[in-house]
Structures are given as structure tokens and as C-alpha cells.
T-cell receptor, first 114, second 113 residues
Framework: AQSVTQPDIHITVSEGASLELRCNYS??????LFWYVQSPGQGLQLLLK??????LVQGIKGFEAEFKRSQSSFNLRKPSVHWSDAAEYFC????????????FGTGTRLQVTL | NAGVTQTPKFQVLKTGQSMTLQCAQD?????MSWYRQDPGMGLRLIHY???????DQGEVPNGYNVSRSTTEDFPLRLLSAAPSQTSVYFC????????????FGPGTRLTVT
């Protein structure tokens, strides 16, 4: 069965600092990988996705993620964080047969200090 | 397009009551799904549908029923609510089950007392 681990429950960064959120997955074949963001009281918005091809993917709001098969990781990065990036971030994996049938990690809550 | 809509936004039930959470999408999406979100557990898939008339169980289906009579609607039924079903429920849809982004509704916060 597929699974996703987000080892950091809560991260605090200063505005303007760089950010890396960790995500490790477990899946037997090539996974479909996603990062979603959830602002307080809101639904989830897709930041970026990896299906195949270039292992460095660009998303919205200046985010990027790199797929590393050897490390089973799909870490999310942003070079300079803005206060509006404070939210909860979820990594998710979909399987080869049904990419939309997602398994989510437990989430990382990002706090941004001014 | 309204996207994915969910009603109600908030609901309080007593143990043993039944109710239906409504979900609708106006994007002609084939694939629809229901997730529940609990603190520290992320989102877990309850049921999903790959098209009208076709549904299947996800990770945590017990206590919930679904049906998909039209492409647009995918209601989630709680037959006899239990306190363990206190959660935030999200409906999502995508063009198909493969290679496509899922769009999430705003959620329904359910409390069972």
C-alpha cells in the first residue's frame, strides 16, 4: 500500500527566508506526486504535481519541488517566503492506475514571522 | 463555473441521527471523491466514483454510503451518526481518474454529540 510521510508537523520561518518542506513516499512503481496548500478554514489548492519527465517541477506562487527516486522524496521549496504563505501544506501520492485516488501525508503547518 | 460546492458548511448532529452531505460540481468531471480531515491525520479517502453509477470504497468507508446518479452530484450519507464521525469533510472532483488535478470544495464541518 502507498503511504506518505511528512516528518515536520510545524515549521516556523522568517519572512524572506528560504523554505523546504519534506515529503517521503512509499510506492512500488513510479508515483504521481502532489503538493496541496490549505489556508485556515479553506479547501485545498494544488501547488504542483509530478507525473513524469523533468524531476524539478514548478508550481504556483513561486513554489517548486524535486522528485528524487533514490531517496523516495518530493520536497517542496521556495526561495523567499512571504507572510501570506502561512498555511498547512500536504504532500500526496496517487497510484499508477488511479492518480486521483490520493493518499495524503499528515501535513506541515507553516508559520511565518515578520 | 462555481467549481465544487458543498452544503451545509456546518452541521451538528446527535448520535444516531442520519444526514446527507451534498456535493456538486459543474465542470463535467468524471471522477469525484469524499475525504475526511482529522487533526494530525491528514485527509483520508472515504468513497470515490469514476463516473455516474460507479462507486467504490476508499480507506475509511465504514458508516458512510454514497451513490452517483448524475455526473454532477455525489452525496455522502451518514446512516447513524457516531461521535467518531466528527470531522471536516471535503468533496473533490477531477476530469478523470488519471493525470488530472483534483479540485476541492470548501468543506463541511460536522460535529456529532
Amino acid at each position: 500500500a502507498q503511504s506518505v510521510t511528512q516528518p515536520d508537523i510545524h515549521i516556523t520561518v522568517s519572512e524572506g527566508a528560504s523554505l523546504e518542506l519534506r515529503c517521503n513516499y512509499s510506492y512500488g512503481a513510479t508515483p504521481y506526486l502532489f503538493w496541496y496548500v490549505q489556508s485556515p478554514g479553506q479547501g485545498l489548492q494544488l501547488l504542483l504535481k509530478y507525473f513524469s519527465g523533468d524531476t524539478l517541477v514548478q508550481g504556483i506562487k513561486g513554489f517548486e519541488a524535486e522528485f528524487k527516486r533514490s531517496q523516495s522524496s518530493f520536497n517542496l521549496r521556495k526561495p523567499s517566503v512571504h507572510w501570506s504563505d502561512a498555511a498547512e501544506y500536504f504532500c500526496a501520492v496517487g497510484n499508477t492506475g488511479t492518480a486521483s485516488k490520493l493518499t495524503f501525508g499528515t501535513g506541515t503547518r507553516l508559520q511565518v514571522t515578520l | 463555473n462555481a467549481g465544487v460546492t458543498q452544503t451545509p458548511k456546518f452541521q451538528v448532529l446527535k448520535t444516531g441521527q442520519s444526514m446527507t452531505l451534498q456535493c456538486a460540481q459543474d465542470m463535467n468531471h468524471e471522477y469525484m471523491s469524499w475525504y475526511r480531515q482529522d487533526p494530525g491525520m491528514g485527509l483520508r479517502l472515504i468513497h470515490y466514483s469514476v463516473g455516474a453509477g460507479i462507486t467504490d470504497q476508499g480507506e475509511v468507508p465504514n458508516g458512510y454510503n454514497v451513490s452517483r446518479s448524475t455526473t454532477e452530484d455525489f452525496p455522502l450519507r451518514l446512516l447513524s451518526a457516531a461521535p467518531s464521525q466528527t470531522s471536516v469533510y471535503f468533496c473533490a472532483s477531477s476530469y478523470s481518474s488519471r493525470y488530472h488535478e483534483q479540485y476541492f470544495g470548501p468543506g463541511t464541518r460536522l460535529t456529532v454529540t
